[in-house]
Every structure is written in structure tokens, then in C-alpha cells.
């Protein structure tokens, strides 16, 4: 069983794994470092190890680039070293049993993500009012949401232990067309982001430059180039700058600007 | 949400940043993604993370209040590599360049990193140094963790460093050629920027459409035929819809996002959007 310190240790670690996924070290919260110290707290350090190394090895590979959210590997690798010590499942089938938990995780940054979405017209707020403290607890509050959600999950996973009708509920939650509809919005919530730039940096004479762009990048991703495409963009991007750069300084060091080139002389 | 101030009012050079404002900004670096969000990404992180050169470089409200609202723009980078972009930003920051070139510059900078920076780390750093330390842990070696962050962590430190003097440094260096011929130099950045702001939409675009319909022997997929008309059809057309609503209807973003929300919800209950869910209304069954 897992006494109420023990208990009180484990949700504090979650809580910082769960900020350190995204900040900070970015590298305390990965199974290999989580697990031993799940096992010590809970008095065995080497299952911990053996979980941590197994989930680690199972993670390299799904790393959580490019936006969409894998099963959590924090709740996850956690939870595993919870059931391999503490319910005596060999290593696989704790790692089988945290999948729900770490399906919990993922859905707390999901809604974390969503939330802080709409709180980012409070952060324009702070910067109209030039109050950079403002923009300080803002940015505390979120990772507090995010570590303390996390912490949520991981307690439902260690209650799990006593009531297996829990594991059982969450694992039904699965494919549930609410959160995909969560996620299929956080998808789009970028397009905003994108917006409002273009609104900002795109003069009536630069949409050819816009879809240009989407151009390359839509040619890179099909020839199998999408990691490195806004590398490639960036050379092909800075190339049309500079040429940009080079007539226009050309022109006005060659006494233009009163007549224009558009005169037509 | 957005400020129409193009220029700072305060147009004297602030005096150089000193290390120790440096130094912290580097130690901050390391919550970009703190308020991590849809929208905006990191934004408001990285506001939170040059906020302590901003606020010795703007030392009238007004231009601290321009600054930090153009600075709380969509951003996305490597969080590993966001120094290099502080540096550059903050060296036009403290010379007073103009807003839009500040601009230009920062989402010309932000976009390629990320790509560099996955590389680096979670595709060449991360597999290596776990990978090896997960066996090591496997065979009940303590010192497996502890050389696992050592490793890791000292080669991002000393990146995140050398990334914030190297580019500030370069930063202030280009800005003398910048201020000759800064209206020529503001147009070229921001197609620049534009440039990747196009390649944002294609390459960040992460919607697609689930329906797919067998039709006797062979299946119609929507996806399939929307990617043959243009790929990222839909990411464009959503983005180009969130543009007018906000540039010609005068739509706030809290607005756009409460739609998309909207949208992405009653799509799901449908069936339209791709992802791994059961649609509340089933009225076609996805072929096997």
C-alpha cells in the first residue's frame, strides 16, 4: 500500500514533471529519471529503474513534436512504476496499465492548452496596461494549472489501485467525440495566431509573397521534406528578401524616389 | 490586441543590455512555454522571457506597453533555441527599430528553428543519450538518470548561452546597415516574413477531414480528394476565414477562438474532422 506521505511525495513530483515537460529542464520528467524516483519514494528503486527504462525505450520514437499530443508520457511512466511496485505487475503490464492514466495526462493539456487560448486577450490586457507582472502570473498560473491537473490524473491512478472500476471508466473515455472535437479545435486555434499576423504584416502587394510560401512548404512536405521545410523556406525566403533589399537601395541610391519606377519614362 | 504604433516614441539607443540581464533572460529562456497554447503558442512566454530587457530598454510606459504588445504575437520556436531569437530581438529592441522591421524579424527568425532544433535534440540528442542510459537502467545501474540529465542538460545550457551573446552581438553589429536604409530594409523583412507566415499555414496546418465513404468497390476519401485540388486546403481556407473575419469584420480573436471551438465540436459530433474518436452521429461507417 502507499502511505499518505508517500502518497503527498509522488503527487509533488508529478506536479513538477508535469511543468518540467514543457520547461525548465525539459528533461526531469522523462521515465528514465521518473521512474527511479518514483521507486525510491515507494522503496525500490531498482523496479523503478527496470519501469523507467522499459517506458523510455517505449517512448524514443513518439516524441511530441509538431503539436498533436501522444498518450502522456509523464502520468504514464509514472503510473507504471506506481503499479510495478506497488501491485507487483512485472514490467509490461504495469506499462499496460498506465495507458489510461497517461490518456488522462494528455487530455489535461489539451484543456490547459484550450483554456490558456482564451486567456492570452488577458495577456493584451497586461501588455496595453504595461504591467509586466501581469504577465508573470499568468505564465505561473498556467504551469500551476497544468502540474496540478497532472497531479489530479496521477491521484485517479493511484485510487485505481483499491477500485479497478476507475481504470475501467477512464479506459471507456477513449475516442470520446468531445475531446476529439477539443483537440480538432486546438488544431485549428493556430490559424488565428496566423491571422492576426498576416492582418498585421501583409500589405495589399505581399499575398503573391503569402502563398509563395504555403507553396514551397505544401512542395517540401510532399517530397517527403517536412522536417526540415522552414529551413529550406528560410534560404529561398532571406534570397527574395535580399534581392527586395538590393533594387529598392539600388533605386533610391540612384536618386529615384520623387519619380517611382511605375512612371514609365 | 493589436497596437497601430509603428514607431517607439523614446527613438535614443537604450544603453547596451549588461550580462546580468542577459544572464537572467537566459535563465527565463527556459519557461517559453510556460502559457503554452493554441493560439498563440509560446507568446506569452516568451514575452515573460525578454520582459527584463524590455523593461530596461523602454523606460516610458508607452513604449514598453507597444513593446510588449507586438511581442505577444503568435510565436513559435525551439525551446532550446529561443535565445538565438531573444538576442537578435532584443539588440533591435534596444537600438529602437522600427516595430514591423522588429517584427519581421523575429517570425523570419522563429519559423527554420524549429526544425533545426528537433533535429538536434529530440531526434539526435534525446534517442542517444536515452536510449543508452534506458539500457544501462535496464540492467539496474543507478548512475543511468543522473548521466542521462548531465549529458542533456549541460550541451542545452550551454547552447541556450552561446545562442543569447553570439546573436545579440550580431544583432547590434547588423543594425548599423539597418538603420542606412531601414525603410528598404523593413520592406524586405517583412516579405521575408510573410514568406514563412505562408509556410506556417501549410506546415503548421493541422486539420484534415475524416470522411470517407465506400462507393461498392473502391472508397471516396475526402481528404484524399481535397489534397489533390491543393494540399492544406483546409488549414488555408480556415486561416484565410479567421483573416477576414478579423480584418474586414473587425472579429476580436477571443471571438475567432470561441467559433473554431465551436466548429471543431459540432464537426466532431459529425464525424468531420480526422482524429482517433467515435462521432456522436454516425451516418457513414469509416470503410476498413
Given at each position: 500500500m502507499i502511505g499518505p506521505l508517500q502518497l503527498v511525495l509522488i503527487l509533488v513530483v508529478t506536479f513538477i514533471a508535469a511543468i518540467d515537460q514543457f520547461n525548465f529542464?525539459?528533461?526531469?520528467?522523462?521515465p528514465i529519471v521518473m521512474g527511479p524516483v518514483v521507486g525510491a519514494i515507494l522503496g525500490d528503486i531498482t523496479t523503478g529503474l527496470a519501469v523507467g527504462g522499459a517506458y523510455q525505450l517505449m517512448q524514443?520514437?513518439?516524441?511530441?513534436?509538431?503539436g498533436a499530443q501522444p498518450p502522456n508520457a509523464v502520468v504514464g511512466g509514472i503510473m507504471a512504476t506506481v503499479f510495478a511496485v506497488?501491485?507487483?505487475?512485472d514490467v509490461n503490464a504495469a506499462l499496460g496499465a498506465s495507458v489510461p492514466f497517461a490518456l488522462l495526462g494528455q487530455y489535461g493539456v489539451t484543456l490547459t492548452f484550450t483554456l490558456m487560448s482564451g486567456l492570452m486577450a488577458k495577456a493584451d490586457e497586461e501588455a496595453a496596461n504595461a504591467n509586466p507582472a501581469g504577465i508573470v502570473k499568468l505564465n505561473y498560473f498556467a504551469m500551476a494549472l497544468l502540474g496540478l491537473l497532472f497531479a489530479g490524473a496521477t491521484l485517479v491512478g493511484v485510487i485505481s489501485i483499491t477500485n479497478p472500476t476507475v481504470s475501467d471508466f477512464i479506459s471507456s473515455l477513449d475516442g470520446n467525440w468531445i475531446m476529439g472535437g477539443l483537440s480538432a479545435a486546438g488544431g485549428m486555434m493556430r490559424y488565428v495566431g496566423f491571422a492576426v499576423l498576416m492582418r498585421i504584416m501583409l500589405a495589399d502587394d505581399m499575398w503573391g509573397i503569402y502563398f509563395a510560401g504555403f507553396a514551397l512548404a505544401a512542395i517540401l512536405g510532399a517530397a517527403g521534406l517536412g522536417g526540415p521545410a522552414l529551413v529550406l523556406v528560410a534560404f529561398v525566403g532571406i534570397a527574395i528578401a535580399l534581392y527586395d533589399y538590393n533594387i529598392n537601395v539600388s533605386i533610391k541610391n540612384a536618386g529615384g524616389g520623387s519619380g517611382g519606377v511605375s512612371d514609365g519614362i | 490586441m493589436v497596437s497601430n504604433v509603428n514607431t517607439y516614441k523614446d527613438l535614443t539607443p537604450a544603453r547596451p543590455l549588461d550580462r546580468a540581464t542577459l544572464n537572467k533572460m537566459v535563465w527565463r529562456s527556459l519557461f517559453l512555454q510556460a502559457s503554452f497554447n493554441y493560439e498563440r503558442m509560446q507568446a506569452a512566454g516568451w514575452l515573460y522571457g525578454i520582459l527584463p530587457g524590455l523593461e530596461k530598454i523602454h523606460t516610458n510606459k508607452e513604449d514598453l506597453s507597444a513593446s510588449m504588445g507586438h511581442n505577444l504575437e503568435f510565436f513559435n520556436t525551439h525551446p532550446f533555441l529561443v535565445t538565438f531569437v531573444m538576442g537578435i530581438v532584443l539588440s533591435l529592441e534596444q537600438q529602437k527599430a522600427d516595430i514591423p522591421t522588429i517584427r519581421a524579424v523575429r517570425v523570419a527568425a522563429m519559423g527554420p528553428l524549429g526544425g533545426i532544433g528537433d533535429a538536434i535534440f529530440w531526434f539526435t540528442l534525446l534517442p542517444i543519450t536515452a536510449g543508452i542510459t534506458a539500457n544501462m537502467a535496464l540492467e539496474g545501474n543507478i548512475i543511468a538518470p543522473f548521466l542521462f540529465l548531465v549529458v542533456f542538460n549541460v550541451v542545452q545550457f550551454a547552447v541556450r548561452y552561446w545562442l543569447m551573446y553570439w546573436s545579440y552581438d550580431l544583432g547590434t553589429t547588423a543594425i548599423e546597415v539597418l538603420t542606412r536604409n531601414a525603410k528598404e530594409f523593413t520592406h524586405a523583412a517583412s516579405m521575408l516574413g510573410v514568406f514563412v507566415v505562408g509556410a506556417l499555414t501549410c506546415n503548421y496546418g493541422a486539420t484534415t477531414i475524416r470522411i470517407a465513404l465506400q462507393n461498392g468497390e473502391s472508397v471516396i476519401d475526402v481528404q484524399g480528394i481535397l489534397d489533390g485540388v491543393l494540399p492544406q486546403l483546409v488549414p488555408l481556407s480556415l486561416t484565410l476565414m479567421v483573416y477576414f473575419l478579423i480584418k474586414k469584420?473587425?472579429?476580436s480573436t477571443i471571438k475567432c477562438i470561441g467559433l473554431l471551438l465551436v466548429i471543431g465540436i459540432i464537426g466532431a459530433a459529425f464525424g468531420?474532422?480526422?482524429?482517433n474518436y467515435t462521432p456522436l452521429v454516425e451516418w457513414y461507417t469509416l470503410p476498413a
Open positions: 529542464l525539459e528533461s526531469l520528467y522523462q524514443i520514437g513518439s516524441m511530441p513534436v509538431g506497488v501491485s507487483g505487475l | 469584420k473587425g472579429w468531420i474532422w480526422g482524429g
